[in-house]
């Protein structure tokens, strides 16, 4: 099995390499520099000339407030370039793995959105990421979508890192309360991709690590594991206004992964435990 991965010097694309090497699974890691998902000649030689069998597509435009005064830059890149990558896909049979998100649900209520329920992002780049994975199941059949939330990893920036920075000049911070959901930790994510492009389970999931919290308890348990001495106060969404509209409910079902007989990713505390471990042995 060939594999080329976009978006390889991401959080999600850099562990994703890590695992195929584990596996000792050939692969490819695709950067702005080989092609960008706005270039399509470019892409079509690259990838036709690799000839992967799967393609694991984490390159995304990520920007959810920038969106707002950009949707054409994120259209572009979430939506056409997808589709892009899906034709090509199409072109030589290769399986392609798309990374999406709970933006592209409504965000309300409390129930666990399941994969089929209606969607209605309220955010351009909720909308840019569904356009996505409409265009992935209109070009193709063996495909995974993969919708996660709340992602941290150790190449690049994330929540908890922030949390770490601010607890160095901070010794009581507000932190919102009110947007429930479940962190990805990207070591855990990734295992699950490349079982999913061992095997054509095709379909839509979705993929995060056990357990629900608010951002404040997040950062909770972020001070509490990293032995830092930081007050958190809880505060609704309104005193941190922005400009994309954020859901203030990103409950995902895993019914899904249990379905197709996949591993759901082990509980945020153990998987925020482990990054921590990882953080500090990379920053000894």
Request: with cysteine.
């Amino acid at each position: 099995m060939k594999v080329l991965v976009t978006g390889v010097t991401g959080q999600l694309g850099f562990d994703v390499m890590r695992e195929l090497a584990r596996r000792d699974i050939e692969a490819e890691g695709a950067t702005r520099k080989d092609f960008s998902l706005t270039e399509k000649e470019k892409a079509q030689k690259f990838i036709k000339d690799y000839r992967p069998d799967v393609v694991i597509h984490c390159a995304a435009y990520t920007a959810v407030d920038k969106a707002e005064d950009e949707p054409e830059v994120a259209m572009a890149i979430n939506h056409d370039g997808t589709r892009m990558l899906a034709e090509i896909c199409r072109d030589i049979d290769a399986k392609m793995i798309y990374i999406s998100t709970d933006y592209v649900f409504p965000g309300d209520g409390q129930d666990f959105y399941e994969p089929p329920m209606p969607k209605d992002p309220k955010n351009v780049y909720g909308k840019s990421k569904l356009l996505g994975e409409e265009a992935v199941q209109e070009i193709l059949e063996k495909y995974f979508i993969v919708r996660i939330s709340w992602v941290f990893g150790i190449n690049g920036k994330n929540f908890v890192r922030t949390m770490l920075n601010l607890a160095e000049t901070h010794k009581e911070l507000t932190v919102v309360a009110d947007q429930t959901g479940s962190p990805t930790y990207t070591f855990d994510l990734s295992r699950l991709l490349v079982d999913m492009a061992e095997s054509d389970k095709y379909g839509v999931y979705h993929a995060t690590n056990e357990g629900i919290c608010s951002w404040a308890e997040f950062a909770e348990e972020i001070f509490r594991q990293s032995g830092k001495e930081v007050k958190v106060t809880p505060v609704t969404s309104d005193k941190y206004p922005t400009k994309a509209t954020r859901p203030k409910n990103s409950r995902l079902s895993k019914n899904s992964l249990d379905a197709a007989g996949f591993s759901r990713l082990p509980h945020w505390k153990d998987a925020l435990g482990r990054y921590l471990i990882e953080l500090s042995t990379m920053l000894a």
